[in-house]
């Protein structure tokens, strides 16, 4: 499939979205293809420990108002979010869960069973969002687009059986998205790409955009390395706002699901707090103008430098 060509229609009816710079709390709703509503702000938790640290954040963010848990397996804290849902007394349907495939699990039997797994140690019967986590991953390079495929089949049957509510991926570039929905009977209705104004990912972006995928942006504050940026700092200051709370409405006015993450209840609230003030648009000019090609974490098609790039994250993030 050619660059510009369009993937095939998704079952349901156009994205439509809200108006980003009317959305008034962290409540409010983007609308998914396939007609599913996504709370625009969730609760970043990789990196957040599976110990009672770990669950204080997590019961901290809920009572802030956020209703929607970003976990993964590979942040090995399923059953940390599980427990503090569980104990919180919240509906099940008022918690909008997104979990991750983990990497070795891609494959039809694999996936099947991870899936389950995820279920118990999250306490729940049903995903709202399970994504693929990453697109290509160890001793699979070579047939990346079978493998994908393959567990996308399963994700395909778990979201027709009502286990999964909405199925998406995540660090899936042009490339890896023209792959799958090559292959696939239902097209992808989220990716979760890095995305904050240091790195913006313009042709996944549009790509997206063309194609009724809603996107959310991971890392939203370049991982705290934007908290310093000038031109960032100014903004915030002309708002009475702080850097992170620039960084979360510049995703949300974009249009993307955002989730930052902290260990720190200041900063749980202070990220959640951002429906008080709207960037204009010269702001939003001037943060787009701060992107780069090379300001990622981790790149999905240079695996070659994960293990020193998440060897780096966990010691900048201090937690083992
Ligand atoms: N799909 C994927 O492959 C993928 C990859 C990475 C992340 N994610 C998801 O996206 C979420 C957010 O991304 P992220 O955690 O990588 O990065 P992030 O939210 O951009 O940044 C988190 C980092 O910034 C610090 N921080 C948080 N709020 C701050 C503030 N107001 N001022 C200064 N520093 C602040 C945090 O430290 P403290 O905790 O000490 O506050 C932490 O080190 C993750 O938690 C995860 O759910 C997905």
């Avoid at 199925?167 to 042009?174: A, E, K, P, R």
Wanted: proline share 5%; net charge negative.
């Amino acid at each position: 499939m050619g660059e510009s060509t369009d993937v095939r229609p998704v079952q349901t009816p156009a994205t439509r979205r809200l108006p980003a710079v009317q959305l008034a709390g962290a409540c409010d709703r983007f609308l998914l293809s396939n007609g599913v509503e996504i709370p625009c702000l969730g609760f970043g938790t990789y990196m957040v420990p599976p110990d009672e640290r770990g669950a204080r954040s997590i019961r901290f963010a809920l009572d802030r108002g956020l209703r929607h848990i970003d976990t993964a397996t590979s942040y090995k804290n399923e059953h940390v979010v599980g427990e503090v849902i569980r104990d919180s007394g919240i509906p099940r349907s008022e918690i909008f869960i997104t979990s991750k495939l983990n990497n070795p699990d891609q494959g039809a039997e694999a996936a099947r069973a991870a899936f389950d797994r995820t279920l118990s140690w999250l306490q729940v019967d049903y995903l709202d969002l399970y994504l693929i986590h990453w697109p290509r991953v160890a001793g699979w390079e070579d047939v990346w687009e079978e493998r994908i495929a393959e567990t996308w089949r399963v994700f395909e049957e778990l979201h027709r059986s009502g286990r999964i509510r909405a199925i998406g991926v995540s660090n899936f570039l042009v490339h890896h998205l023209e792959a799958l929905v090559s292959r696939a009977d239902i097209a992808p209705m989220v990716d979760q790409i890095e995305h904050n104004p240091g790195y913006q990912q313009r042709d996944t972006v549009a790509w997206c955009e063309r194609n009724g995928v809603q996107l959310e942006a991971w890392g939203p504050l370049g991982r705290g390395r934007l908290m310093g940026h000038p031109v960032i700092r100014e903004i915030a200051a002309s708002h009475g706002k702080d850097p992170g709370q620039v960084c979360v409405r510049y995703a949300l006015q974009k249009g993307f699901v955002t989730m930052p993450k902290s260990n720190r209840v200041e900063r749980i609230r202070s990220n959640a707090d951002v429906f008080d003030f709207a960037l204009s648009e010269d702001e939003i000019a001037a943060l787009d103008a701060l992107d780069t090609e090379d300001g990622y974490t981790f790149h999905p098609d240079r695996l070659d430098e994960w293990a020193e790039r998440v060897a780096r994250a966990h010691a900048e993030s201090g937690v083992a």
